[in-house]
């Protein structure tokens, strides 16, 4: 059997209330890298005091963790046997307003932005809206200055013809970070097999989820299941643009599910993919409830066929070769 | 000939750097009450600024000028012989992300609120987008909100489909204060047959532009054929849903241009209805080169063949009427 400790793990998605205990059990768990979420509605300082949060847990974890700035830094994480962070928004609402602003997150460290959440952002439309304008004038201006700074263009939750039009924009490849395929499970989060092929032959990486709404069967599907998603998926986009961006959310209450469904911007509470009947957070898979998920992922990588080279290519080798070409800065 | 003196005149769209000469020369030429702009991509903080400079003009021209806050105001401004002043944003990035500042705008003093300038905002599609989404999830909610409190829906910078969805959406009439037919002048800022027939089927106002860039012959548009063009959308809108929305400019300088056009949203900066080779501040017409051609319209529309109680909507009553439904909050 293939173990853990043989291979690298990057998560390139989880948003989690972190502790020590947390940070202690994702580096006993085997994981080298983790792009860390910081801001869904936060506005330039609500994120900077996100980053003065991530300060405080480098202060004193300082033996767990440490930032990654760039390629080089992933390297010295896994040398040093720390968990390397990488900061992202899965919107844009940190930059408000101002195109100057991306090079101030990239120079704190934000290097992977959503060009929208799930609702119309002033860059693309988001997957929860009716229609979809696609990438926006400021969205167009947008692009080209994250490309030229060496930040990931991340289109997980942004409607079809947004994201089509990025990969076709971007002169880099862009992510999906977190998101499955419609054809495993149709939701308005995951992408169509248009979306993946054209992502794929850009050279683009898709990271699957394990939030239970992209989940055939949801909090019920099986590892299995899963793992013959990730088969198939490797069989239409190619074994090298496929990584795991689990969207594992741990130790967060309601009011963390409210803010992230409806920001600011509705009186009301919006239930996004939940319900009025069922609005809390949905249970995880019995096989993947916390870090030590990675494991089980990796046995099911192995039972359905996959060999070494394959599993440690999904498991974090892909977004390793995906963050090399990315965190270049163009001249 | 019908003399301004004897009627109302309500400009429900001015962009002017106010000085007491100005404030002096609009009483002069029998202004009663204007529609001013205080923010096209001005943040919260920003615009709290520029009521904060307001403040300061009704103190030092208290003679002269006082603010509109409810439709009395309108009547208390006309009988004490003082110009009343209406707030308004061509653009919603004053309430930013959050909803709840609709209110808080609303107290203050804006009446009228754009959802989108030129480009995509987080409520409605600009008109220079290639593509428009409608109404956003968040649009609606503030659709909602205004017709709430009372604030005036504005649609005079937004995309088609997202005018028509406003209007339909909308518990109460919109308002485009300042555009004019496509079928006059073939502009992006100009609006189709269709928007401005359900404008006024639903009870919606056009205040009629004299912006060089939304007349025929631009400058050199004579007066006969804008008082013609004012007949002809009478004959198709209905001569209560009519008035002036000037747009008149004056005052600033070409940095306020670069301002209004590019924001903070482009790097380089974006000519707008201008050019790279002529990218300033257009030459009005000579028969409308500030307040002093109001007078000029009453005899245009005197000339082309409207009977003085129609000028007389169209000059100020149409406007009053709309403010009087507009701005009373629903329980």
Chains 1, 2 share one sequence.
């Not at 059990?25 to 910081?38: E, F």
């Not at 844009?92 to 997150?105: A, N």
């Not at 898979?285 to 998920?293: K, Q, V």
């Not at 990588?301 to 963050?323: A, R, V």
């Amino acid at each position: 059997m293939i173990k853990k400790q043989d291979m690298l793990i990057i998560d390139c998605l989880e948003y989690v209330n972190w502790d020590r205990k947390l940070f202690e059990h994702a580096k006993t768990s085997g994981l080298n890298i983790i792009h860390v979420t910081i801001a869904y509605w936060e506005n330039t300082e609500e994120t900077h005091n996100n980053f003065k949060k991530w300060n405080e847990h480098f202060k004193k974890h300082n033996d767990l963790i440490m930032p990654i700035h760039d390629y080089d830094d992933i390297h010295k994480a896994i040398e040093l046997n720390k968990i390397g962070i990488i900061f992202g928004f899965q919107n844009c609402s940190p930059i408000e307003d101002d195109i100057e602003k991306i090079e101030v997150m990239h120079s704190l460290g934000a290097k992977i932005m959503q060009l929208s959440y799930n609702n119309q952002s002033l860059l693309a439309t988001g997957c929860y809206e009716d229609r979809d304008s696609g990438i926006t004038r400021f969205g167009k201006e947008a692009i080209k200055e994250m490309n030229r700074l060496g930040m990931i263009i991340d289109m997980s939750h942004s409607a079809e013809y947004s994201t089509l039009q990025a990969i076709e924009l971007s002169s880099r490849p862009i992510a999906i970070t977190h998101a499955n395929p419609n054809s495993f499970h149709n939701a308005l989060r995951n992408k169509s097999d248009t979306v993946l092929k054209n992502l794929s032959q850009s050279g683009g990486m898709l990271g699957v989820s394990l939030y239970p709404f992209h989940l055939a069967d949801g909090s019920n599907c099986e590892l299995s299941a899963f793992c013959q998603m990730i088969y198939d998926t490797a069989e239409m986009m190619g074994i090298d643009q496929l990584g795991i961006g689990s969207d594992l959310c741990l130790n967060w209450d309601y009011t963390i599910l409210e803010w992230m469904r409806s920001g600011r911007w509705a009186l009301k509470p919006d239930f996004g993919e939940g319900s009025s009947d069922n609005p809390s957070w949905p249970r995880q898979p019995n096989w993947f409830e916390d870090h030590g998920g990675f494991q089980n992922i990796i046995e099911g990588l192995d039972s359905i066929g996959f060999n070494k080279e394959e599993i440690e290519k999904i498991m974090g080798k892909n977004w390793l070769n995906f963050f090399k070409k990315s965190f270049q800065k163009l001249q």
